[in-house]
């Protein structure tokens, strides 16, 4: 560990409210690790001007900045927790996992003072949530001029609501899309509208590479998809509850490159599909009592 790694995790230790929240952050060759145990905190990942330049800033006080960052690993204890990615570039991997609690995480491209950076993330972004009723997700573009890049795979597991949105307008490739280069994967057991935008799954302005995979649980889900270009088959599985499958939003439209396959399984479930939509096949919908 270098001397950076050591005062800085030295400060954190003692900047903790009680014995019971203690945040560690350690970094050693090119992997960042941040470890919290108890409270409710609040975590910062910034990027600085360099790919591999790091700030971490912990309860909104406390910051220190690290170089040669590759990947960045990130586990948080109970407590209502929020970790948030602002404009980070890092050539490996981001994993995630937070703990019990109503947690919030976010990647977007706004650190402090309104500067705007794009995000690019050169692996896969793993993200275990706590599987709570307050636990929200979301990866989106916060500046018309900057995007967000991963390079890999991007997995979200337990999450009540998840967003991701870039801020385009249409499905072709935009400044501000977020473009995932390998397969998405949202895997939730129930669902609930934590950010109250009337979903539960909203995905619009995203290109996704690889393979699409959606499963969600009990509960009455919306899931919306625009404006999206998708290059692999997309299955979408809705659960229980009486679901809406929206592929429109105010006319903008999406792009399938192959399969689509969704299917509404138990509960009173409705599909509305935009006669605009691009399909390389007809799209299958199995289990929906209604399609629009």
Not at 160 to 177: I, M, P, R
Not at 192 to 213: C, R
């Amino acid at each position: 560990m270098n001397r950076c790694s050591l005062l800085g995790l030295a400060a954190l230790l003692l900047s903790a409210p009680t014995a019971q929240a203690f945040i560690n952050v350690t970094a050693a060759n090119g992997k960042l690790v941040v470890e919290g145990d108890g409270g409710s905190d609040t975590v910062d990942i910034d990027g600085v001007a360099a790919v591999g330049g790091v700030r971490v800033r912990i309860n909104g006080g406390f910051s220190t900045t690290f170089g040669g960052i590759r990947d960045v690993k990130v586990k948080l204890g109970p407590g209502d927790d929020h970790l948030k990615v602002h404009g980070l570039s890092i050539g490996g991997s981001f994993k995630a996992q937070l703990g019990e609690g109503d947690d919030v995480f976010v990647i977007d491209n706004t650190l402090p003072l309104g500067v705007v950076l794009s995000v690019f993330i050169g692996g896969n972004v793993q993200v275990g949530m706590g599987g709570q009723s307050g636990d929200l997700a979301e990866v989106r573009s916060t500046d018309p001029l900057t995007s967000i890049h991963i390079g890999g795979r991007v997995r979200i597991r337990d999450a009540a609501d998840v967003d991701l949105k870039g801020d385009g307008t249409s499905h072709e490739l935009e400044a501000a899309d977020v473009t995932i280069g390998g397969d998405l994967i949202i895997d939730s057991p129930f669902s609930a509208d934590v950010n109250s935008d009337a979903k539960t799954v909203d995905i619009d302005n995203v290109n996704v590479g690889g393979a699409t995979s959606i499963g969600l649980g009990a509960g009455p889900d919306k899931v919306e998809l625009s404006d999206n270009h998708f290059a692999r088959e997309v299955e979408i599985q809705t659960g229980g509850g009486d679901d809406l499958l929206a592929l429109i939003w105010g006319g903008e439209f999406n792009q399938f490159d192959s399969s689509l396959v969704a299917s509404g399984q138990a509960g009173n479930d409705t599909v509305d599909d935009d006669p605009n939509n691009n399909y390389a096949t007809p799209p299958v919908f199995k289990g929906f009592e209604a399609i629009l």
